[in-house]
Protein backbone atom coordinates (compact mmCIF):
# COMPACT_ATOMS: atom_id res chain seq x y z
CA UNK A 1 0.00 0.00 0.00
CA UNK A 2 1.07 3.67 -0.47
CA UNK A 3 2.56 5.07 2.15
CA UNK A 4 0.60 8.37 2.55
CA UNK A 5 -2.94 6.55 1.26
CA UNK A 6 -1.94 4.53 4.49
CA UNK A 7 -0.87 7.76 6.47
CA UNK A 8 -4.07 9.42 5.53
CA UNK A 9 -6.45 6.03 6.50
CA UNK A 10 -4.27 6.13 10.19
CA UNK A 11 -5.45 10.33 10.37
CA UNK A 12 -8.71 9.73 9.38
CA UNK A 13 -9.05 6.54 12.27
CA UNK A 14 -7.77 8.26 14.48
CA UNK A 15 -9.90 11.60 14.08
CA UNK A 16 -12.90 9.19 13.81
CA UNK A 17 -11.68 8.00 17.13
CA UNK A 18 -12.33 10.57 18.59
CA UNK A 19 -15.61 11.59 20.46
CA UNK A 20 -17.28 14.02 18.92
CA UNK A 21 -18.80 15.15 22.41
CA UNK A 22 -16.07 15.21 24.23
CA UNK A 23 -14.32 17.19 21.89
CA UNK A 24 -17.41 19.84 22.06
CA UNK A 25 -16.76 19.58 26.02
CA UNK A 26 -13.27 20.78 25.55
CA UNK A 27 -13.96 23.63 23.82
CA UNK A 28 -16.89 24.66 25.48
CA UNK A 29 -14.67 24.59 28.97
CA UNK A 30 -11.90 26.31 26.84
CA UNK A 31 -14.13 29.28 25.88
CA UNK A 32 -15.08 29.32 29.68
CA UNK A 33 -11.72 29.59 30.88
CA UNK A 34 -10.77 31.98 28.90
CA UNK A 35 -13.97 34.69 29.54
CA UNK A 36 -12.80 33.73 33.15
CA UNK A 37 -9.23 34.81 32.25
CA UNK A 38 -10.59 38.03 30.91
CA UNK A 39 -12.76 39.05 33.95
CA UNK A 40 -9.49 38.84 36.54
CA UNK A 41 -7.57 40.68 33.44
CA UNK A 42 -10.52 43.28 33.88
CA UNK A 43 -10.84 42.78 37.73
CA UNK A 44 -6.75 42.87 38.50
CA UNK A 45 -5.31 45.29 35.51
CA UNK A 46 -8.39 46.78 33.85
CA UNK A 47 -7.00 50.28 35.73
CA UNK A 48 -3.53 50.16 34.00
CA UNK A 49 -2.99 53.30 32.14
CA UNK A 50 -1.29 51.82 29.11
CA UNK A 51 -2.83 48.70 28.68
CA UNK A 52 -3.82 47.15 25.57
CA UNK A 53 -7.12 45.12 26.24
CA UNK A 54 -5.57 41.61 24.98
CA UNK A 55 -8.06 40.14 27.21
CA UNK A 56 -10.50 40.57 24.17
CA UNK A 57 -8.78 37.64 22.08
CA UNK A 58 -9.13 35.35 25.11
CA UNK A 59 -11.96 33.89 24.15
CA UNK A 60 -11.38 33.13 20.39
CA UNK A 61 -7.55 32.35 21.17
CA UNK A 62 -8.56 29.98 23.62
CA UNK A 63 -10.19 28.15 21.02
CA UNK A 64 -7.66 28.15 18.94
CA UNK A 65 -5.29 26.70 20.97
CA UNK A 66 -7.55 24.10 22.10
CA UNK A 67 -8.22 22.85 18.29
CA UNK A 68 -4.99 23.20 17.60
CA UNK A 69 -3.55 21.21 20.43
CA UNK A 70 -6.46 18.17 19.82
CA UNK A 71 -5.60 18.15 16.11
CA UNK A 72 -1.76 17.71 17.38
CA UNK A 73 -2.64 14.56 19.43
CA UNK A 74 -4.16 13.24 16.10
CA UNK A 75 -1.53 12.92 14.04
CA UNK A 76 2.14 13.79 14.55
CA UNK A 77 2.77 14.63 10.38
CA UNK A 78 -0.21 16.77 10.99
CA UNK A 79 1.36 18.87 13.92
CA UNK A 80 4.51 19.04 12.19
CA UNK A 81 2.78 20.89 9.47
CA UNK A 82 1.04 22.95 11.86
CA UNK A 83 3.91 24.48 13.56
CA UNK A 84 5.29 24.81 10.14
CA UNK A 85 2.11 26.80 9.29
CA UNK A 86 1.95 29.14 12.14
CA UNK A 87 5.77 30.20 12.13
CA UNK A 88 4.73 32.90 9.32
CA UNK A 89 2.59 34.28 11.97
CA UNK A 90 4.11 37.57 13.58
CA UNK A 91 3.20 39.92 15.86
CA UNK A 92 4.10 43.33 15.36
CA UNK A 93 1.97 45.12 18.67
CA UNK A 94 4.28 45.07 21.27
CA UNK A 95 3.01 44.06 25.15
CA UNK A 96 2.42 46.94 27.13
CA UNK A 97 2.43 45.80 30.35
CA UNK A 98 4.11 42.75 32.01
CA UNK A 99 0.78 41.29 33.23
CA UNK A 100 -0.35 40.46 29.85
CA UNK A 101 2.33 37.79 29.03
CA UNK A 102 1.21 35.89 32.23
CA UNK A 103 -2.65 35.88 30.99
CA UNK A 104 -1.81 34.70 27.94
CA UNK A 105 0.37 31.99 29.19
CA UNK A 106 -2.55 31.44 31.33
CA UNK A 107 -4.80 31.11 28.69
CA UNK A 108 -3.00 29.04 26.63
CA UNK A 109 -1.94 26.68 29.82
CA UNK A 110 -5.96 26.69 30.28
CA UNK A 111 -6.20 25.42 26.33
CA UNK A 112 -4.16 22.89 26.70
CA UNK A 113 -5.52 21.73 29.79
CA UNK A 114 -8.76 21.53 27.86
CA UNK A 115 -7.02 19.81 24.49
CA UNK A 116 -5.99 16.77 26.83
CA UNK A 117 -9.32 16.81 28.31
CA UNK A 118 -7.75 16.99 32.36
CA UNK A 119 -10.76 19.20 33.31
CA UNK A 120 -9.43 18.88 37.19
CA UNK A 121 -6.21 20.24 36.49
CA UNK A 122 -8.08 23.28 34.87
CA UNK A 123 -9.98 23.80 38.13
CA UNK A 124 -6.75 23.61 40.47
CA UNK A 125 -4.82 26.36 37.83
CA UNK A 126 -7.77 28.74 38.22
CA UNK A 127 -7.60 28.29 42.14
CA UNK A 128 -4.04 29.05 42.31
CA UNK A 129 -4.40 31.83 40.18
CA UNK A 130 -7.01 33.64 42.58
CA UNK A 131 -4.92 33.21 44.73
CA UNK A 132 -2.04 34.30 43.51
CA UNK A 133 -3.51 37.71 41.94
CA UNK A 134 -4.74 37.81 45.53
CA UNK A 135 -1.50 37.66 46.87
CA UNK A 136 0.07 40.19 44.92
CA UNK A 137 -2.64 42.83 44.86
CA UNK A 138 -2.14 42.67 48.64
CA UNK A 139 1.44 42.88 48.60
CA UNK A 140 1.42 45.95 46.31
CA UNK A 141 -1.47 48.17 48.83
CA UNK A 142 0.48 46.73 51.57
CA UNK A 143 4.32 48.29 49.88
CA UNK A 144 2.59 51.40 48.51
CA UNK A 145 3.83 51.01 44.88
CA UNK A 146 0.83 52.18 43.30
CA UNK A 147 0.73 55.84 45.28
CA UNK A 148 4.24 56.84 44.62
CA UNK A 149 5.43 59.44 42.45
CA UNK A 150 6.89 63.23 41.71
CA UNK A 151 5.18 66.27 42.71
CA UNK A 152 6.53 69.63 41.09
CA UNK A 153 5.22 72.88 42.75
CA UNK A 154 6.09 75.84 41.54
CA UNK A 155 6.35 79.37 43.67
CA UNK A 156 6.05 82.99 42.81
CA UNK A 157 5.82 86.36 44.44
CA UNK A 158 7.50 87.59 47.71
CA UNK A 159 8.77 85.81 50.46
CA UNK A 160 8.84 82.69 49.09
CA UNK A 161 11.42 81.14 51.59
CA UNK A 162 8.63 81.05 54.04
CA UNK A 163 6.54 79.42 51.76
CA UNK A 164 8.54 76.35 50.52
CA UNK A 165 8.86 75.22 54.15
CA UNK A 166 5.00 75.25 54.38
CA UNK A 167 4.95 73.06 51.33
CA UNK A 168 7.34 70.78 52.27
CA UNK A 169 5.37 70.29 55.62
CA UNK A 170 2.46 69.71 53.59
CA UNK A 171 3.58 67.17 51.52
CA UNK A 172 4.84 65.43 54.63
CA UNK A 173 1.55 65.00 56.01
CA UNK A 174 -0.12 64.10 53.46
CA UNK A 175 2.67 61.27 52.69
CA UNK A 176 4.11 58.12 54.55
CA UNK A 177 7.54 59.37 52.80
CA UNK A 178 8.31 62.49 51.03
CA UNK A 179 12.25 63.46 49.85
CA UNK A 180 12.70 66.80 48.26
CA UNK A 181 14.63 65.86 45.56
CA UNK A 182 15.99 69.72 43.78
CA UNK A 183 14.74 73.29 43.82
CA UNK A 184 15.37 76.25 41.68
CA UNK A 185 14.49 79.74 41.08
CA UNK A 186 14.03 81.86 38.07
CA UNK A 187 12.90 85.54 38.20
CA UNK A 188 11.21 85.52 41.68
CA UNK A 189 9.98 81.99 41.06
CA UNK A 190 11.02 78.50 42.66
CA UNK A 191 10.09 75.48 41.55
CA UNK A 192 10.13 72.37 43.94
CA UNK A 193 10.57 68.81 43.23
CA UNK A 194 9.46 66.08 45.66
CA UNK A 195 9.45 62.35 45.47
CA UNK A 196 6.97 60.54 47.59
CA UNK A 197 5.22 57.21 48.52
CA UNK A 198 2.36 56.18 50.29
CA UNK A 199 -0.26 58.86 49.79
CA UNK A 200 -2.58 59.08 52.41
CA UNK A 201 -4.85 61.34 50.60
CA UNK A 202 -5.71 61.35 46.52
CA UNK A 203 -3.62 62.81 44.30
CA UNK A 204 -6.71 65.72 43.46
CA UNK A 205 -6.87 65.86 47.42
CA UNK A 206 -2.77 66.44 47.58
CA UNK A 207 -2.97 69.19 44.90
CA UNK A 208 -5.50 70.67 46.18
CA UNK A 209 -4.08 70.94 49.82
CA UNK A 210 -0.78 72.34 48.06
CA UNK A 211 -2.51 75.01 45.94
CA UNK A 212 -4.06 76.67 49.16
CA UNK A 213 -0.77 77.63 50.16
CA UNK A 214 0.03 81.25 49.42
CA UNK A 215 2.32 81.87 46.44
CA UNK A 216 1.56 78.76 44.66
CA UNK A 217 1.38 79.17 40.57
CA UNK A 218 1.33 75.21 39.37
CA UNK A 219 0.96 72.13 41.29
CA UNK A 220 1.69 69.18 38.87
CA UNK A 221 1.44 65.31 40.20
CA UNK A 222 3.24 62.83 38.16
CA UNK A 223 2.23 58.93 39.53
CA UNK A 224 5.30 56.37 38.92
CA UNK A 225 2.17 53.73 37.39
CA UNK A 226 -0.17 55.16 34.97
CA UNK A 227 -3.42 54.02 35.74
CA UNK A 228 -2.62 53.76 39.60
CA UNK A 229 -5.05 57.02 40.72
CA UNK A 230 -8.11 55.57 42.19
Known amino acids: MN ?11 LAGSLDPWLFVTALLASVVSAFAASFLYRLFYERK ?7 RAFP ?4 SVTTLFI ?8 SLGLLGALSIIRFRTPIKEPEEVGFIMLVIASSIVCATFNFHFLVILYVLTVFTLLILRGGKAFLKEREAGTAIVVLGGDNTGK ?12 TARCHLESTSGKEE ?4 QFSFSG ?13 KIGNVKS ?3 FLNRPGSVV
Not at 60 to 63: F, P, T
Not at 71 to 78: A, M, Y
Not at 202 to 208: C, D, K, R, T
Request: hydrophobic share 40%; charged share 15%.
Open 60 to 63: LLGL
Open 3 to 13: PKVKAIESVQQ
Open 71 to 78: CVQVSLPL
Open 163 to 174: STKTVESCVAGL
Open 189 to 192: TVSM
Open 199 to 211: LKASPAELQAEIG
Open 219 to 221: VNI
Open 49 to 55: GTGSQVN
